[in-house]
C-alpha cells in the first residue's frame, strides 16, 4: 500500500500544503518546530480517525480557522482511493471514502494501514496500563471490524453505567436498573477479551523473535495479558463491586482495566528495564506491527518514523532498514546527518519551513 498525496487545509501550521510522495523512502526535513511531525500526524489521523499524540480536533485545526480538510489518496493493492476527513472545532469529524459520507467514523479504521514509530510510544513500555490497552486495541481494530463494534460497544456502556452511578447518588430508586447494564457488559466485555488473548498470543510470537535477533540473542521479551476479570466473570465481579463502584460513581472492574505485561528476561521492563531496553521493547513492538499488518492483510503498511533513528545504534537501526527496505516510508529529521546518506536510498527529500514545504531537487 502506498500514500500518493496528501492534502491540508488549516490543519495545525498548515494553511493549504499539497504533498506528492515517492513510493520508496521520503525524507521531511527541517529545523525544529516548523510542521514536519504533523504531517505525519495528519497521515495517522487519515488511518485511525485520531491523533497519536492524543490531540484534539479542536487542538489540531489551525489556530486562525474554525475548521479542516484533510485528504489522501492512496494506492491499495492496485486500486486508488481517496479519504476525505473534515474537522469543525465544536462539532464532531465527518469522514468521506471515495466521496461517500461513513456512517460511523470508526468505518475508516483498517482502510490506510500504517506504523507510526514516535518518542510517544515509549510509553507502551513506560506508561500506565491504558497506553497499553490502546496500543493493543488499534493493532486489533485494524484487522477485525467485530472487534471495533464490541470494544465501542463496551466503552459507550461503561460511560452510560458510569452516569448512572452518579445519577444515583440523587434518585436512589434508579439502583434497581444498575444490573441492565452489567449483562450487556458481560456481553461484549467476554468478546473483547477473547479477542485481546488470541492477540497477544500472536503478537508474542512475533515480537519475541524479533527483540531476540535486536538484542544480539541476549534478551527474552514475553508480553502477558492481565485481564482485571476472567471473560465469564465480568458480570458476577460488577455485581460483587457494585457497592464500592456507587461509592466512588465509577465502574471499577472490567475489560476497561486490562494491562498487558511487557517482561524482558522475566522482569517487568517497565518497572526494570533501562532506557535502552525500554527504547527497544518499543522497536520491537513496531517492528512487529508491520510484521502483523503484512501477514494479516497480504499488503505492507506504510511506515512513519519520527524523530527517533538517531537515538537507535548501529544494530539496531540495520534491523530497522531491513524490516523497511521495500515498504513506502516517511521519515522526519531536523538535517541530512550521515546516517540519513549512508544508509537509506533516499527517493524524495522534503523541506519543512514554518508551514511551507519544498521538494528538495
Ligand atoms: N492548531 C495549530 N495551529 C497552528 N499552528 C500549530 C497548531 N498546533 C501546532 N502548531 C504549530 O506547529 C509547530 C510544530 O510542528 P511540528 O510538531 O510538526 O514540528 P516539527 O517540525 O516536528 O518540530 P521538531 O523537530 O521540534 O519535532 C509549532 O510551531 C506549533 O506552534
Ligand atoms: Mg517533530
Redesign the pocket.
Known amino acids: 500500500m502506498i500514500i500518493k498525496s496528501l492534502e491540508l487545509e ?4 498548515y494553511k493549504n500544503l499539497h504533498l506528492y510522495f515517492d513510493e520508496g523512502t521520503n525524507i ?1 526535513t ?12 495528519a497521515i495517522y489521523l487519515c488511518s485511525t480517525t485520531k491523533s497519536h499524540k492524543g ?1 484534539k480536533d479542536s ?7 474554525e475548521e479542516s480538510h484533510l485528504r489522501s489518496i492512496i494506492d491499495k493493492k492496485n486500486e486508488e482511493l481517496r479519504i476525505d476527513i473534515h474537522l469543525r472545532k465544536s462539532k464532531s469529524k465527518v469522514i468521506a471514502l471515495n466521496l461517500e459520507k461513513l456512517k460511523k467514523t470508526s468505518e475508516l479504521i483498517g482502510i490506510l494501514n500504517v506504523v507510526l514509530f514516535s518518542p510517544e510510544d515509549l510509553n507502551i513500555i513506560k506508561g500506565g496500563p491504558s497506553y497499553r490497552r490502546s496500543f493493543i486495541d488499534m493493532q486489533i481494530c485494524r484487522l477485525d471490524s467485530s472487534y471495533v463494534f464490541n470494544l465501542s460497544n463496551y466503552n459507550k456502556i461503561i460511560d452510560q453505567r458510569n452516569k448512572l452511578l452518579k445519577d444515583i447518588y440523587f434518585q436512589p430508586a434508579l439502583r434497581e436498573t444498575l444490573f441492565i447494564w452489567d449483562s450487556q457488559l458481560q456481553s461484549y466485555g467476554s468478546q473483547v477479551i477473547k479477542k485481546r488473548r488470541e492477540f497477544v498470543k500472536e503478537l508474542n510470537d512475533i515480537v519475541k523473535e524479533i527483540h531476540y535477533k535486536l538484542t544480539g540473542q541476549k534478551e527474552f521479551l514475553d508480553i502477558r495479558y492481565e485481564p482485571d476479570t476472567e471473560e465469564d466473570k465480568i458480570e458476577e465481579t460488577l455485581k460483587e463491586n457494585a457497592e464500592k463502584d456507587l461509592k466512588s460513581k465509577i465502574t471499577s472492574c472490567g475489560p476497561h482495566r486490562d494491562d498487558f505485561i511487557i517482561n524482558i528476561n522475566g522482569m517487568d521492563a517497565r518497572k526494570y528495564g533501562s532506557q535502552g531496553q525500554q527504547r527497544t521493547a518499543a522497536l520491537s513492538l513496531k517492528l512487529a506491527e508491520i510484521e502483523i499488518v503484512k501477514r494479516n492483510t497480504n499488503d505492507n503498511p506504510i511506515f512513519l518514523l ?2 527517533v533513528l538517531s537515538e537507535l545504534d548501529s544494530n539496531r537501526q540495520n534491523m530497522l532498514l531491513e524490516s523497511i527496505s521495500n515498504i513506502q516510508t516517511i521519515i ?1 529529521c ?1 538535517g541530512l546527518d550521515d546516517f540519513v546518506n549512508e544508509r537509506f536510498k533516499i527517493d524524495r527529500v522534503f523541506d ?1 519551513h ?2 511551507i514545504v519544498e521538494v528538495v531537487e
Not at 488549516?10 to 501550521?13: C, I, K, L, T
Not at 487542538?59 to 480557522?65: G, K, R, T, V
Open positions: 488549516n490543519f495545525r501550521n521531511l527541517g529545523e525544529n518546530a516548523q510542521g514536519k511531525t504533523n504531517i505525519l500526524e490531540s487542538e489540531i485545526i489551525n489556530f486562525d480557522s519520527d524523530d522526519t531536523t519543512v514554518n508551514g
